[in-house]
C-alpha cells in the first residue's frame, strides 16, 4: 500500500457518522407512522375476527383489503422513515422530506378506506402529487424538478381517468359510495361500463408504470434513495389496490379482463429484457418493478386478485430492502468479481426438479392445479414454475458453496420461500374473502394462450441467449430503456478530463 493510499483509507475511515437533525418534525413523524402501524395491527386482529367491514361514516369503510394494505404500508413508511433519519441528515429540506413521506403515508391509507368516490379520487390524487414532490426533492438540481414535473404528468392524467371513470359510474348508478356504485353495477348499460372499466384499467397501468406509460418511473431516479424505496415498495403497488377495489366492474366483461392479461404480460416480459441493458443499479432495480408490476397486473387479469395482493406485499418487501440497501450492494460488487459457475447436467437438472416441485407444491396449497386442463389457475402456475426455474438456476450458478451442498440447500430454501408465498396467498384470499369479485378466475380466451407461448418463447430466448446475437434487439431495449432526457443527472460532455 502506498503512502497516498494509506493517507486516504484513514481520511476515509476518520469522516465522521451523519448527526441526527436536530428538528422535531423527523422524530415526530417517525413516531406517528410506528403508531399507526401498531393501531393498524389493532384494525387487522378486529377484521379476522369480525369476519366483515364496517363503515366508520358515510366517507369511510373498513374490510379486508384495507386492513391488509393499512399494515403494509405503514410498516414500509416505518421502515423508511428510520432510515431517512440518518440517510438525510444535513439535509436543509429535511422537514417537508419527512411532512411529505408521512402525507404520502396518510393519503394511501385514505384511499385504501375511502368509501365516498369524492374522497377516494382526492385521495388518489392527493398519492400522485406528494410522489412527484418527493421525486423532485433536490431542488438545486434541474433534473430532479424536470422528474418531478414529468412524473406529475402522468399521475395528474391517471387521476383525470380515475376522476372521469368513477363520475360516469356515479351517473348510470346515481350512487355516490364505492359500495353503493358496486352494488348497481347491473343496472349499468354495456357500454356505459365498458368505457368506465377501460379508464380505470388505464389509470391503473399508469399508476404502475406498464408499457408503455413506463417511462415516469425510469425517470425518477433523482429521488433520495428512501424516497425511490417507498415509491417502488408502495406507491407503484397501487395500481394492484385499484383494480382489486373494482373487481365487480372489471372482472365481470371478459375482454378488459384479457386485455388486463395481455398488458401485464407484456410488461413483464419487456421489464425483464430491459435489465439485461442497463448498467446503473437504481435503473436495473426500475426495470425490475416495471417486471413485477406487470406480473401483478398479469394476475389481477386472470381474476386472481388475491394473488396480486400477495405478490405486492412480497415486492414490496424485496424492492425496500434492495434500495435500502443499494449503496451496499454497489460496494460488494465493486470490491470483488461477480462471477458464474457452469452449472452442469446436474445443475440444470436440479433447477428443472425444484421448479416442477415449486410448481406442484404451490399448487397443491392454494388449489390452483387441481386440473390437467389449461385454465386461469395452470397459467399462475406456469408462471411460478418459470420464476423457481430462474430463482434456482440463478442461485446454483452464484453460490460459492461446496456442489453436494448447493444441490440440496437450495432446493430447499427455493422450495420453502414457494410454500411461504403460497400460505401468504391462502391468508390474503381468506382476508378478501368478503371483498366482492376478487376470487373468481376468468375464462380462457385466445389472449391467454398467446401469453403462454411468449411466456415460454421469452424463457427459450433468454436461456439459450439468443438475444446477444441480435444488435437490433440491443438498440430497442436501450431505447425502449431511456428515460426523459432532462432528467438524466449525468452526461458524457458533462466529464471534465483535464
Not at 486 to 494: C, D, M, S
Request: aromatic share 8%; glycine share 10%.
Amino acid at each position: 500500500m502506498t503512502e497516498d493510499t494509506a493517507t486516504i483509507d484513514d481520511d476515509i475511515a476518520q469522516r465522521p457518522e451523519p448527526t441526527p437533525p436536530r428538528s422535531a418534525v423527523p422524530r415526530a413523524s417517525t413516531w406517528t407512522v410506528w403508531t399507526l402501524f401498531l393501531a393498524s395491527l389493532g384494525v387487522l386482529a378486529l377484521t379476522v375476527r369480525g369476519g366483515a367491514g364496517w363503515e366508520l361514516s358515510p366517507l369511510l369503510r373498513i374490510d379486508g383489503l384495507t386492513a391488509v394494505m393499512w399494515v403494509v404500508v405503514t410498516f414500509f413508511s416505518g421502515i423508511v422513515h428510520s432510515y431517512s433519519r440518518r440517510y438525510m441528515a444535513g439535509d436543509s429540506d429535511i422537514d417537508r422530506f419527512f411532512a411529505r413521506v408521512l402525507g404520502f403515508t396518510v393519503a394511501v391509507m385514505t384511499m385504501t378506506a375511502a368509501n365516498h368516490v369524492a374522497l377516494f379520487v382526492a385521495a388518489w390524487l392527493a398519492m400522485g402529487l406528494l410522489m412527484a414532490s418527493l421525486i423532485g426533492h433536490v431542488r438545486d438540481w434541474s433534473q430532479a424538478r424536470a422528474a418531478g414535473r414529468v412524473a406529475r404528468r402522468y399521475f395528474l392524467a391517471s387521476s383525470a381517468l380515475l376522476a372521469g371513470s368513477v363520475a360516469v359510474l356515479v351517473w348510470a348508478t346515481d350512487a355516490t359510495t364505492l359500495t353503493g356504485v358496486l352494488e348497481g353495477l347491473e343496472g349499468v348499460p354495456r357500454p356505459v361500463g365498458l368505457v368506465a372499466a377501460a379508464g380505470i384499467v388505464l389509470a391503473a397501468i399508469i399508476q404502475s408504470a406498464l408499457f408503455p406509460f413506463h417511462n415516469w418511473l425510469l425517470s425518477s431516479m433523482t429521488a433520495p434513495t428512501p424516497a425511490s424505496a417507498l415509491m417502488h415498495a408502495g406507491f407503484v403497488n397501487a395500481g394492484g389496490i385499484l383494480l382489486t377495489r373494482f373487481a365487480p366492474l372489471v372482472g365481470d366483461r371478459l375482454v378488459v379482463m384479457s386485455a388486463i392479461v395481455l398488458v401485464g404480460a407484456g410488461s413483464a416480459l419487456l421489464g425483464q429484457a430491459m435489465i439485461l441493458v442497463q448498467t446503473d443499479v437504481k435503473r436495473k432495480l426500475g426495470c425490475s418493478t416495471i417486471a413485477q408490476m406487470g406480473f401483478m397486473i398479469l394476475q389481477c387479469g386472470l381474476g386472481f386478485f388475491a394473488a396480486a395482493i400477495a405478490h405486492l406485499i412480497l415486492h414490496g418487501f424485496y424492492k425496500a430492502y434492495l434500495f435500502l440497501s443499494s449503496g451496499a450492494g454497489v460496494e460488494r460488487v465493486a470490491s470483488k468479481d461477480a462471477g458464474y459457475t457452469e452449472l452442469g447436467f446436474a445443475g440444470v437438472a436440479v433447477s428443472l426438479v425444484t421448479a416442477v416441485g415449486g410448481g406442484a407444491l404451490f399448487g397443491v396449497l392454494t388449489g390452483k392445479a387441481t386440473s390437467l386442463t389449461l385454465n386461469s389457475g395452470m397459467i399462475l402456475t406456469l408462471v411460478v414454475v418459470l420464476t423457481t426455474l430462474t430463482a434456482a438456476r440463478d442461485i446454483l450458478r452464484r453460490s460459492t458453496l461446496p456442489t453436494t451442498v448447493r444441490f440440496v440447500s437450495v432446493p430447499l430454501v427455493v422450495l420453502t420461500a414457494i410454500g411461504g408465498y403460497a400460505v401468504l396467498f391462502n391468508a390474503v384470499s381468506l382476508m378478501l374473502s368478503g371483498v366482492p369479485m376478487t376470487h373468481v378466475s376468468t375464462a380462457m380466451t385466445a389472449v391467454h394462450y398467446l401469453v403462454v407461448a411468449l411466456f415460454a418463447g421469452a424463457y427459450l430466448v433468454a436461456e439459450l441467449g439468443w438475444y446477444r446475437s441480435s444488435e437490433r434487439l440491443y438498440v430497442a431495449l436501450l431505447n425502449v430503456s431511456q428515460p426523459s432526457p432532462t432528467t438524466v443527472l449525468t452526461a458524457k460532455e458533462e466529464y471534465n478530463d483535464a
